[in-house]
Structure formats: C-alpha cells, structure tokens
C-alpha cells in the first residue's frame, strides 16, 4: 500500500492524498487533483517534487501544467527540498503506522486518512 501526500508549505496542511496498492503516475496525480481540488492555488504556484518517475512522468507534468501551476524538482541529494514532506511521513510513521499490526489492507488506508484529516491537519499545531 502506498501513500502519496501533497503538503501546502504556506499552511503546513495535508491539502491532497492518494491511497493505492502501487507507486505510479496515477497515484501522484490523483493527489495532485485532490489538492487543487481542494485548495484552488492562483497560477503561479509551484508544485516540489522530487526525481521519481512518477513525478517525472508526462501525465504529472501536464497536471501540473494545465492547472497553471508551476513544476519544480529541486537538486539531486538536497534533503532540505523535501524536509516539511518528510516530516510529516516520518510523523505518521511513528504515530500510527507503527504502533498495530494491521490485518488487511483496509485497516491502515482508513487509519492513514483519519491521521490526515483528523490528527494532523485537525489537532496539530502548524
């Protein structure tokens, strides 16, 4: 099971998430629209990824793209690009993926968006 989040650096919130049982453009994108969806960004914003196929990918791109936002990939090996994403995975990992044994794969994706929607985005201080 895989998780792809998109993080607003402004508000430090959750704004977009995808859930699937593999990594591939479709997972970034849904995400991606899930975000726009929900925070309705002026054009002009920059969306950070990193160097992965997925965000590397001509259909992400052209989601990006289209909805007037502005790709930006960062350097090779520069974890200060990704610091805020990676403390927030770092964060659920900790918090909630590690603290069960999950039984089926249901179990952790209905965790994953409570943390999201309800812990992080709804308790945490930003």
């Excluded at 849904?30 to 054009?43: G, K, S, T, V, Y």
């Excluded at 995975?89 to 044994?101: G, I, Y």
Aim: net charge neutral; charged share 25%; proline share 3%.
């Amino acid at each position: 099971m895989y998780c792809c989040a998109v993080l607003d650096a402004f508000s430090r919130r959750i704004v977009g998430w995808s859930i699937d049982s593999k990594v591939d453009a479709t997972l970034v994108v849904n995400a991606l629209d899930r975000a726009i969806r929900n925070r309705r960004p002026p054009a002009g914003g920059i969306v950070q990824a990193d160097h992965g196929t997925h965000f590397t990918s001509w259909v992400f791109g052209e989601k990006v793209r289209s909805s007037g936002l502005l790709p930006s990939f960062g350097s090779f090996a520069e974890g200060l690009d990704s610091a805020m994403m990676e403390s927030f995975r770092s964060f659920m990992q900790t918090e909630l993926l590690d603290r069960e044994k999950w039984k089926t794969r249901v179990e952790p994706a209905n965790a994953i968006v409570d943390y999201i929607e309800i812990s992080h985005d709804g308790q945490r201080r930003h």
